[in-house]
Each structure stands twice: as structure tokens, then as C-alpha cells.
């Protein structure tokens, strides 16, 4: 019986190697954002790489938003913190060839947003009440045309961005985000705004001006039970949205 043949994980260069081994200097030292790097010459004695695998390792260290390289007096790499944006953008590129689901992205958000709003019940500023009350007037009345209802999904959107945004647990907070995310860039690029939904637009905003009032209250329990209620009507609404795009593809 013939053998198979074992199946190795790729070999890496010796740029990724060398990026990966900064990578873990950085948090041994427990740099910060700021904190200069090693220069060049210093990398190249200290890993005994030569220059060309140390200036590809910085490139791809800058590539992944980890480095920054300054010019001029007083230049040279430092440690850079990736904002949330540029991490979310590297993550949706793995996410760019895969095909998502409203289901798929609704599971996650099922779980996590009744969370997100049941911790921060009683615990948001009149400012940050009111900030998120202004999303809301953003989508007042049922939109009359494509154009508007586009915006409008994506007003409602930036509703859920900003309240996890609020969150202390910065986990959470990234992963809703993202998700929110996520589901504009499938609404747009899949025209699901199109025709325009008032019920899914009129169950929308009662239930996001109903956990308002409950955040405002402290009522942890009827912010998660009204956030759950709000996920679970959107998917069916979203379904329903996306079911009807593939049939007007397909009589296309």
C-alpha cells in the first residue's frame, strides 16, 4: 500500500522570521507606541541577517502597521500602534474571497450585542446618550428613494459601532465593530437597501430607541431582551432583502 506523502506547513523567509523575532523583542522590552527600534546596522550585528533581509523585515513589519519610519533629524523606526480602522481593514481582507452570509454575521452578532448592551446599562454619560439618540434623528422617517435608505442602513449601523464603541471590554467593543462593518460592506456592494424596507426601517428604530430608554434606566435585562429582539428581527428582515436580490439576479 502506497504511503501518502506528509504535507509541511510552507518554510518561511527569512524576512518573516526575522519580522516575527522583532515582533516578540518589542513585547520582551514591553515597548510602547513611540518607543524607537534598533536601527538598521544594530539589527544587522545583533540577528547577523544581512541588510537585505533586515529592510524586508521592516517592510513588512511597516506593511502590517506594527512600525513607522520616520526622516529627518531624529528619525529612524518606531513602534506604532495599529488603530482599530487599519485592523479591521487587514482582517476583512481575509474575509474578502470568503462568501459571507447575513446569516453567518448575524450569528455573531446575536450573541455578542445583547452583551454589549446589558453591561453598559446605567453606565453611559447624558453625552454619550445623546450622541447616540443624534443617530438615530439621522433615519426619523421611512426613506423615499434608493439613495436614502442606503444611508439609512448605514446610519443604523454606525448606531451599533458607537455604542460598543462605548464598551471597556476592548475585545467586544473591536468584534461588534467589525461586524457592523462587515454587514455594510455586504449591504452595499449587494444593493441590499434595494427597495426600500419601512419595516424593517420602523422595527429598527423602535427597538433602538427602546434600548435608549433602557440603557438611560440601568435596566441591564431589558437592554439585552430588546438588543436580542432587534438582531433577531433585522436577520429575518435581511434574509428576506437578500432572498430578493438573487431572485431580481436571477429573472435578470
Do not use: C
Not at 480602522?85 to 452570509?101: C, G, I, M, V, W
Not at 446605567?122 to 436614502?148: C, F, H, I, M, R
Not at 439609512?152 to 471597556?168: G, I, N, R, T, W
Not at 476592548?170 to 434595494?194: G, H, I, N, P, S
Request: aromatic share 6%; net charge negative.
Amino acid at each position: 500500500m502506497p504511503q501518502r506523502s506528509r504535507k509541511f506547513p510552507p518554510r518561511r523567509s527569512r524576512p518573516v522570521q526575522l519580522a516575527d523575532t522583532i515582533k516578540e523583542w518589542v513585547v520582551e522590552h514591553q515597548l510602547k507606541a513611540g518607543d524607537r527600534l534598533p536601527g538598521e546596522a544594530e539589527l544587522i550585528e545583533s540577528h547577523g541577517r544581512s541588510k537585505g533581509t533586515v529592510r524586508e523585515a521592516m517592510r513588512i513589519l511597516e506593511a502590517q502597521g506594527l512600525v513607522e519610519t520616520r526622516t529627518g533629524p531624529g528619525g529612524g523606526s518606531f513602534v506604532a500602534e495599529v488603530s482599530p480602522d487599519r485592523a479591521q481593514s487587514l482582517l476583512a481582507n481575509f474575509f474578502y474571497f470568503r462568501d459571507l452570509s447575513i446569516k453567518d454575521i448575524y450569528q455573531i452578532r446575536k450573541l455578542l450585542e445583547p452583551e454589549v448592551a446589558a453591561t453598559l446599562a446605567g453606565k453611559l454619560s447624558d453625552e454619550q446618550l445623546a450622541a447616540l439618540e443624534t443617530v438615530v434623528a439621522e433615519y426619523s422617517a421611512p426613506a423615499e428613494t434608493v439613495e436614502e435608505e442606503r444611508a439609512q442602513h448605514v446610519s443604523s449601523l454606525q448606531f451599533h459601532a458607537l455604542l460598543a464603541s462605548y464598551s471597556d471590554n476592548d475585545l467586544l467593543a473591536f468584534l461588534v465593530r467589525f461586524m457592523a462593518r462587515m454587514l455594510t460592506e455586504l449591504t452595499v456592494w449587494r444593493r441590499l437597501y434595494e427597495p426600500p424596507n419601512p419595516t424593517l426601517w420602523e422595527a429598527g428604530r423602535r427597538h433602538q430607541l427602546q434600548l435608549i430608554e433602557a440603557l438611560r434606566a440601568g435596566d441591564a435585562e431589558t437592554a439585552r431582551r430588546v438588543m436580542r429582539d432587534h438582531m433577531e428581527g433585522a436577520e429575518t428582515q435581511m434574509q428576506a432583502q437578500e432572498a430578493e436580490v438573487l431572485r431580481r439576479f436571477i429573472a435578470e
